[in-house]
């Protein structure tokens, strides 16, 4: 497919709106939106941020779910050449003062509430609360602005390019947490957000007849940078979930014959292991994206029935994804790597001691160019000079390898490594390991400390319905398929294990757990 002309998001969804008029572009609950409606929309926001005195550099703050307003806000303040800041409705009031503090929003636009978080009652308490407050809902008496009135001004003619975005201007800063004790902010430019996200669309084999599940939140990566500009610039649709819960996203697949989605694997475990999945429900899926273990991948493409899901390698500061694996390779290849770097991606991979660059088939940690971050922003810029090579590499923090046909294979984060009798171990190959089990739907592995061993390995299991392997049977089956040192010392079977948001293991929890685990156990 040709990749669209623009160059900038804005005139993105202008060109869009000219090469695909009425047909759907987002589909969000019962509202189904289509690229010349969705543009007036959004022209409207713009028109109001204008009106309150936002231009090109300011920056606005998001903090909605999943849902049509987040797009068009998006999209509004790009016209203008405004910088979204994606925040998280799963944001802490503590928190939320800190991240307005830190990115420094002229206007922020939020929902009245969010589960158990009360916005509005929140964020008049706040210390750093800006100017303008926008409320989705409800606004009570706060004197906050009411969204509504934000759609209702009149649509704004496109700004001449002196005064519109550029190409190189960042569009969205993303907050992500790692190892600071605060998140790093991140911002993406336009041009990257675009190109990429065309290359990530070409990966899955998107067309215009697509229609795409994203249950993973917008204010991620995986969900902006990733999802929404792959499915915008191939005239695709999009269909949100506003919060995921596996029944509804059965009930959306099937209802609106989505083709394909984006998944995680505790949310593809959550879908495949619910009471009301059926593969004849899910049949019109085809191609997506999903992370995670070969055998994550292989679940996702047999049981769940994604038969050209793709598997990917990416971090926020990489636009979501840098490796993608092609739709039409097949499905053994898909799960072995995380595919080829993608268009415009350099990879290579360094020795932790010396920075040397290695040669195929050595593990050791993974470098990126090319479409990556100019720079952390905010509180934390400092720690920009720590991530960057002097060449322009991203210092990601992960372990792996490039194979020989020039695909790379993913081992781990670096800190989430174990270390048993002197050798490294990946939390997510013990996880594959024990997924290869017929009854395990999920399964989580962490290190405890050992005083002759250095660490052992600590793995909880959560089941299929209707099965009951005991942790006896587990440990067998690893014994028979992988080596000793893979093998878990301590397996307990669980309900359900701690995920963040998007449906990846929290780790420092199942940490936690282990050290509970072990006080009580022997090997």
């Not at 040709?2 to 993105?12: F, M, Q, V």
């Not at 929003?105 to 210390?127: C, E, H, P, W, Y």
């Not at 995920?499 to 090997?523: D, H, I, Y």
Request: glycine residues 10%; charged residues 20%.
């Amino acid at each position: 497919m040709n990749a669209p002309y623009a160059r900038s998001l804005g005139d993105l969804l202008f060109e869009q709106a000219d090469r695909h008029g009425d047909r759907p572009a987002v589909i969000c609950g019962d509202r189904i939106v289509s690229y010349t409606e969705l543009t007036r929309r959004s022209s409207s926001v713009a028109t109001f941020l204008r009106q309150h005195g936002i231009a090109r550099g300011d920056r606005v703050g998001l903090l909605l779910n999943n849902r049509l307003e987040w797009m068009e806000a998006f999209f509004g303040a790009a016209m203008l050449g405004a910088v979204v800041v994606a925040f998280s409705t799963w944001s802490t009031r503590d928190e939320l003062d800190w991240l307005l503090g830190d990115s420094a929003v002229k206007l922020l636009i939020s929902l009245d509430r969010f589960g158990d978080n009360d916005f509005v009652a929140g964020l008049q308490a706040l210390t750093h609360r800006p100017p303008v407050v926008v409320i989705l809902g409800d606004a009570g008496d706060s004197g906050f602005l009411s969204y509504e009135t934000m759609t209702v001004a009149a649509p704004s003619a496109r700004l001449p390019p002196g005064e519109a975005a550029r190409a190189a201007d960042d569009a969205i800063i993303i907050y992500t947490s790692g190892s600071s004790s605060r998140p790093k902010s991140v911002p993406l430019a336009h041009d990257g957000i675009i190109e990429n996200g065309f290359n990530i669309g070409e990966r899955q084999g998107y067309g215009p007849d697509d229609r795409v599940l994203l249950a993973p939140p917008l204010f991620w990566s995986y969900g902006s940078a990733n999802a929404m500009s792959a499915v915008l610039t191939h005239g695709a649709v999009l269909v949100l979930q506003g919060r995921f819960d596996p029944g509804d996203a059965i009930a959306l697949i099937q209802r609106h014959r989505c083709t394909a989605l984006y998944t995680l694997p505790a949310i593809t475990s959550a879908i495949v292991s619910h009471p009301e999945f059926h593969r004849d429900r899910v049949r019109s899926l085809r191609t997506g994206l999903t992370i995670g273990a070969p055998q994550d991948v292989l679940t996702a493409a047999q049981v769940l029935g994604v038969s050209e899901i793709c598997n990917v390698y990416g971090q926020t500061e990489s636009y979501g994804n840098c490796c993608v694996t092609p739709h039409h390779w097949p499905l053994e290849r898909r799960a072995a790597c995380q595919g080829p770097p993608l268009p415009g991606v350099t990879i290579r991979i360094t020795d932790p001691s010396t920075g040397a660059e290695l040669p195929a088939g050595e593990e050791g940690l993974i470098e990126v160019r090319g479409y990556i971050m100019r720079s952390y922003v905010g509180s934390s810029a400092d720690q920009t000079k720590s991530v960057m090579t002097p060449d322009g590499f991203f210092r990601t923090g992960d372990l792996g390898r490039l194979l020989a046909d020039g695909t790379m294979s993913f081992s781990g984060r670096v800190s989430e490594m174990i270390k048993k009798s002197g050798i490294n171990i990946s939390p997510a190959e013990v996880e594959d390991v024990l997924m290869r089990h017929h009854a395990v739907a999920l399964a989580g592995v962490v290190g405890v400390p050992d005083p002759t061993q250095g660490e052992l390995l600590a793995a909880f299991v959560v089941v299929r319905p209707g099965t009951g392997p005991l942790p006896e049977e587990l440990a067998a089956h690893c014994r028979a398929i992988a080596s000793r040192y893979k093998v878990p010392d301590f397996i307990e079977i669980r309900d359900s294990l701690p995920t963040t948001v998007t449906g990846k293991l929290m780790r420092r929890e199942l940490k936690q757990m282990a050290s509970l685990l072990t006080r009580n156990t022997s090997p």
